[in-house]
């Protein structure tokens, strides 16, 4: 993934007021996919999208000091929080209980990967994830395939809590926690702060409503615009230009322009289109 984000537009500044970052630079479809092994033969950026029937994966893990990267559904893996690639097996920002040893860890999807050239190498299906998990279940800070440690995944609810799986069931979420995002297309949790496509203004989720914001701070995670030079304007997050620099497409995810995207189906790394700008 790029290793800085689009700039981010304060309400009513212009675009000429920003760095103008091209499409094309430095994207890819999820830090989780390029950063493999040299050593790796087939590695093409390209990652298995098929569950296995027993849910059983290697895991390894990625970001951490020295290896922060932004991540394909937003935010940043920095090793300090609880989230894995697998968001093409799972869906972009799902959330799923990775189980070994007893222990369990709840972790949201937010990247694509890995590389299919892993898989092959491990002869096993991966879940790349935060060193969290992999400190939390077998006790040590970071994991490659050749470890092969072995977990059991499963998808859980949207409210699911993140992070150490309690012992008994999780409370209930507090009424109004999630907000439903026209913009996204999904319902994103409370501190979520969305540029909306319908005004281009700033909202956050606060007690399940939106509340107008004039700045990014104190949000829990953002999704704005992206300045687009093929069109000359700024795309609010889920639409999808082809590049006047390649041809090829990409699309917003809120933080920076990401591939793949799909034209038969008209679908990004955060689901479908919301615009689609062919040349």
Request: charged fraction near 15%; hydrophobic fraction near 35%; proline fraction near 7%.
């Amino acid at each position: 993934m790029r290793t800085h984000l689009v700039a981010i537009l304060l309400l009513g500044a212009c675009t000429a007021d920003v760095d103008i970052i091209s499409e094309d630079e430095g994207a890819t479809a999820g830090a989780s996919v390029t950063a493999v092994p040299r050593s790796l033969s087939g590695c093409n950026g390209q990652a298995s999208s098929s569950i296995p029937a027993d849910h059983r994966y290697v895991i390894t893990t990625f970001g951490g000091p020295g290896d922060h990267q932004s991540m394909s559904c937003g935010g940043y893996a920095d090793g300090t929080t609880w989230y894995a690639a697998s968001r093409q097996r799972y869906g972009c920002g799902s959330r799923v209980k990775v189980m070994a040893n007893g222990k369990c860890a709840v972790v949201k999807t937010d990247d694509y990967g890995p590389d299919v050239c892993v898989e092959n190498a491990a002869h096993s299906p991966i879940i790349d994830v935060s060193p969290l998990v992999s400190k939390h279940l077998f006790g040590v800070s970071g994991a490659g395939w050749s470890d092969h440690l072995v977990v059991t995944v499963e998808k859980v609810g949207s409210t699911t809590p993140l992070g150490v799986c309690s012992d008994g069931p999780p409370p209930p979420p507090p009424m109004g926690s999630t907000c439903s995002s026209a913009t996204l297309g999904r319902d994103v949790d409370a501190g979520t702060c969305v540029q909306a496509a319908s005004d281009a203004l700033l909202y956050q989720c606060t007690n399940g409503a939106w509340v107008a914001k004039s700045s990014t701070t104190g949000c829990t995670a953002s999704y704005l615009f992206c300045p687009s030079p093929t069109l000359g304007l700024d795309v609010a997050p889920r639409g999808c230009v082809q590049s006047a620099a390649s041809g090829t497409w990409f699309q917003c995810n809120g933080q920076d322009w990401v591939k793949p995207v799909s034209t038969s189906t008209k679908t990004g790394p955060i689901g479908a289109c919301s615009e689609w700008n062919p040349l």
